[in-house]
């Protein structure tokens, strides 16, 4: 009888494992072909979203607003007046420029400027103020000011008023 000299094992691996049978190539780069697909699909739908929406904003941007009408201010003897005016209503602001005219025959220190929005009923539904341009306001000259007030959409009409910074209304 004979015996073998060498015991031989298996190999534990081949065994125990399974491995899984190799991918193609042909599925590997199909499989990519369609993760590109959809991230451009994705890519594709929030870009158009986002022109959408800033479409919207442009064309609501540039719909003329209705326009606000000038109330004069009611003075008997003024110090100062309205020379001009020029009115902007745009992206949720209001821009006035103009000039005041000083009738005083001194010099005006510390001159502001007062916008007012008024609603229908003429009510106030909106102020905002800044300084004219020259400071002292010479006499019988006139000085620019500009000012921008927050937009309120009840606003059909504004006012200007003039004062100085102590409190003293010029018009």
Not at 11 to 23: F, K, S
Not at 32 to 39: D, G, N, Q, S
Request: hydrophobic share 45%; glycine share 4%.
């Amino acid at each position: 009888m004979s015996l073998p000299l060498r015991w031989q094992d298996p190999e534990p691996n081949t065994l125990l494992t399974v491995t899984p049978a190799p991918r193609s190539r042909k599925s590997r780069n199909a499989n990519l072909r369609r993760l590109r697909l959809l991230v451009g699909a994705c890519t594709v739908s929030v870009l158009c979203g986002l022109a959408v929406v800033g479409a919207a904003s442009v064309v609501t941007a540039l719909r003329p607003a209705p326009g606000l009408r000038l109330v004069p201010a009611q003075s008997s003897q003024s110090k100062a007046s309205l020379a001009s005016a020029s009115i902007e209503r745009r992206l949720g602001f209001v821009s006035v420029s103009g000039s005041v005219l000083s009738h005083n025959h001194q010099p005006l220190a510390k001159v502001e400027a007062v916008v007012e929005l008024l609603d229908a009923q003429n009510h106030t539904v909106q102020v905002e103020s800044g300084m004219v341009a020259f400071d002292p306001l010479p006499p019988d000259e006139a000085a620019p000011f500009h000012i921008e007030v927050t937009d309120v959409p009840q606003a059909v009409a504004y006012r200007v008023r003039f004062r100085q910074l102590d409190g003293l209304c010029l018009n």
